[in-house]
């Protein structure tokens, strides 16, 4: 039912150490969910998770960062072609910290640019998993490509973790 897409390792001695990172294409109906190994070479999209947002959808992503050994979650944020915030991305931000509280400050959230995401897992030829898991799965192979996403990420607020 899923796919793994094997990515190739960074070399760079400067790196951190290899993280367990879950990355939610966030949608108020379906959020796609997908998660690489503790080596960051493999992304697998897992199964969307249904009403992500509400207090039971957050109860079961939490679940999934403790089954999965997860060590930080990135929420896409979906800005508009120019770079500016779009009518989701208040909701996605929302989301976001909502999460963040109940993971707490163990596990960080932070935001990535979504950009293109949804017309990439459009065109990409597995349909084993759904368009919603397989844009999170781009989401997180591009996160991963930055570099852990340099200077594309927005960490939230410890305060409001």
Excluded: K
Excluded at 78 to 104: C, H, K, N, V
């Amino acid at each position: 039912m899923t796919r793994s897409t094997p990515r190739r390792r960074n070399s760079n001695a400067s790196s951190p150490d290899p993280l367990r990172v879950l990355a939610l294409d966030y949608g108020s109906a379906r959020c796609g969910v997908a998660v690489c190994d503790p080596t960051e070479t493999v992304v697998t999209p897992l199964a969307p998770q249904l009403r992500a947002g509400t207090r039971a959808g957050i109860g079961a992503l939490a679940a999934l960062v403790t089954e999965r050994q997860v060590e930080r979650v990135l929420v896409g944020l979906p800005l508009s072609l120019r770079g500016s915030d779009s009518a989701q991305t208040a909701e996605a931000r929302e989301f976001a910290q909502r999460l963040q509280r109940r993971l707490g400050p163990r596990v960080p959230v932070e935001l990535h640019d979504e950009r293109l995401t949804t017309r990439l897992a459009q065109r990409d030829p597995s349909q084993r998993a759904s368009e919603d898991s397989r844009a999170a799965a781009h989401l997180l192979e591009d996160w991963l490509a930055r570099g852990r996403g340099a200077g594309t990420r927005a960490r939230l607020p410890a305060a409001e973790a």
